[in-house]
């Protein structure tokens, strides 16, 4: 377990930039998620950590010490990939087995069945460990490159969308187990994902990247409660942040130019007239789709509420984030 | 005509199979390894080994010949040295049969186990190495267990080259019964006395029987491999 920092990464694919001076400090022991849209440099910030790709400039130091001259063995990192890379020649329980088995280790054959046995519980694959790693299920593929990097203590597991292809259930179970593992290891995790959930009940670091740039890096309270711009206030909290003009609800502040309003912002039964469009019931929680004037909103509300299409409300904006004409906050 | 073979003739045989084997057991590992860097590293120079590697294929085998006896003919450049230094002699002897085989038998050998490589995703050797694995062990685990069907598809090619192996092999080590006359050599040799066509016939069904039982049993070995990779 160790600090990993990053210094002015930069890094280029022929013309196209896929990072762009991005420093970022993740401490020991954090669990650091990645956040952005596709091909912001996500698995770029993993692949250069992990030293399977050269940075164009900048530096990363693991434990304080400079490893770009690295091979990825040497860096002692565990990387699970966005597309599972199971190897077709051997059985899952081998798969699992694989970093151990390094001669440099020379771990006990019985060590090293109780470690595969223990991240195959873990993983629930523990019934499939005799399977050709072929024979698997997408979800059970993605499992089992889990467990091949939880298997070791590395100094920093760096992990691609690790959760992406399984059901909501078995997601919510290895949120916890991962989650579990950071704790009691004290193990530092980075972590890429698109998971609203994952993002905000694992991580105790959010970086956002825009197009290769890290716009900012926090708590994710404070990337969700004071995002610099309103691209990051977009990018947590579900249903959206809506991005409104600023004057949509009366006189707005100087150099403001929208007004981003998060479901906690909509105050019902007071200000401008709404009508009601739909009524969304998701279980845990109920959306209302409403129109003010020619604006949409969509906000939360009780998921027992009487509202339903058609209903005439009113509302009003409760310290609101408001954003100037290049998107970043006033 | 169905006689069994003259001694001689069995000499022949056993020095083709020997020959054949020496050449493809002791150039394999090279071969990996030129197949390895040709399919995986990019470097400068590698257009030009790419073209050394296949220049026996494209050169006539008379020429090849010549140029191994100019150098490791007994007073050739590399040759002299050799036989100096460490008693090694190629020239006239089996040992340069072998020698010469295995370059004619290089390049298809190269050819296959590189068409391997190339079809190994790369991922997977990337995936061991961020789980601690070095270069060499990753090759090891990985990516020779994944090839070891074109290593063996190269290998038995290589073989029934060299097993097929002339021009070079007579240009460079002769045609000497017992020494250096090997299976083709015997048959040419066969047929330029009057009256060998029946001994030429019965070499040249033991050289069709030696080739179909290589491409059978390659047959049969890859098929056993690729089904234990492919785990189906
Ligand atoms: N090997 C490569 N060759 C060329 N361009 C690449 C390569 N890898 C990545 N890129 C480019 O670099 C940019 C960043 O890619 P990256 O894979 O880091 O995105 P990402 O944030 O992981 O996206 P996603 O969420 O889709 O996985 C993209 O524009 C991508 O097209
Ligand atoms: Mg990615």
């Known amino acids: 377990m160790a600090e990993v920092s990053l210094v002015g990464l930069t890094k280029s694919y022929g013309t196209n930039r896929a990072l762009a001076d991005v420093s970022m400090t993740i401490p020991d022991g954090a669990f650091v998620v990645l956040l952005g849209p596709t091909g912001a440099g996500k698995t770029t910030t993993l692949r250069l950590i992990a030293g399977l790709d050269r940075p164009d400039a900048g530096d990363i130091r693991i434990a304080g010490a400079p490893v770009t001259a690295d091979t990825p063995a040497q860096r002692d990192v565990a990387m699970v990939f966005q597309q599972y890379s199971l190897y077709p020649h051997l059985t899952v329980r081998e798969n699992l087995a694989f970093p151990l088995r390094s001669p440099v280790l020379n771990w006990p054959e019985a060590e090293i069945t109780r470690k595969v046995g223990e991240v195959a519980e873990v993983l629930r694959i523990a019934h499939k460990l005799d399977n050709k790693a072929t024979q698997l299920s997408g979800g059970e593929m993605q499992r089992v490159s889990i467990g091949r990097a939880l298997v070791r203590n590395p100094r920093i597991y760096l992990m691609d969308e690790p959760l992406s292809s399984l059901d909501a259930k078995l997601r919510a179970d290895l949120r916890i187990e991962l989650k579990r593992i950071h704790a009691e290891l004290g193990a530092t995790f980075l972590y890429v994902t698109h998971d609203q959930i994952e993002a905000m009940t694992m991580a105790t670091h959010v970086g956002v990247l825009d197009a290769g740039r890290l716009v900012q890096f926090g708590t994710p309270r404070e990337i969700y409660e004071n995002p610099v711009s309103a691209y990051v206030a977009s990018r947590l909290g579900q249903p959206r942040i809506n991005l409104l003009p600023a004057d949509a609800f009366g006189p707005a502040p100087a150099g403001a130019v929208q007004i981003g309003l998060r479901p906690e912002h909509v105050r019902i039964g007071e200000g401008q007239p709404a009508t009601v469009r739909r009524v969304e019931r998701l279980g845990d929680q109920t959306r209302l789709h409403l129109t003010m004037g020619p604006h949409e909103i969509v906000t939360l509300t009780d998921p027992h509420t009487a509202l339903a299409a058609g209903a005439q409300i009113s509302i009003r904006p409760d310290t609101p984030l408001w954003f100037d004409a290049s998107g970043n906050r006033t | ?232």
């Open chain 2, 1 to 232: 005509m169905f006689d069994p073979l003259t001694a001689e003739e069995w000499r022949a045989v056993a020095l083709s199979l020997r020959v054949s084997f020496w050449a493809t057991a002791v150039s394999l590992p090279l071969g990996i390894l030129v197949a390895y860097a040709l399919a995986r590293w990019r470097f400068w120079g590698r257009e030009v080994l790419n073209g050394l590697v296949h220049l026996p294929l494209i050169l006539p085998p008379v020429v090849t010949g010549y140029l191994l006896l100019v150098t490791f003919g007994r007073r050739g450049s590399v040759g002299a040295y050799l036989d100096q230094w460490f008693g090694i002699v190629f020239a006239f002897r089996w040992t340069g049969a072998a020698l010469a085989a295995a370059i004619m038998a290089f390049p298809l050998m190269v050819r296959a186990i590189r068409l391997a490589i190339e079809a190994v995703d790369p991922r997977l050797e990337q995936a061991a190495s961020t789980l601690g694995a070095g270069r060499v062990w990753v090759f090891a685990t990985v990516t020779l267990p994944l090839i070891l069907p074109g290593i063996l598809a190269g290998a038995i090619l290589a073989f029934a080259k060299a097993m097929g192996e002339f021009g070079a092999t007579i240009t460079f080590v002769s045609n000497i019964p017992g020494q250096t006359q090997t299976l083709p050599s015997a048959i040419y040799a066969a047929l330029q006395v009057p009256g060998g066509e029946t001994q030429a016939l019965r070499l040249v069904l033991v050289s069709i029987t030696v080739a179909m039982a290589a491409l059978l049993v390659s047959e049969w070995v890859s098929r056993k491999v690729a089904k234990r990779i492919s785990g189906a």
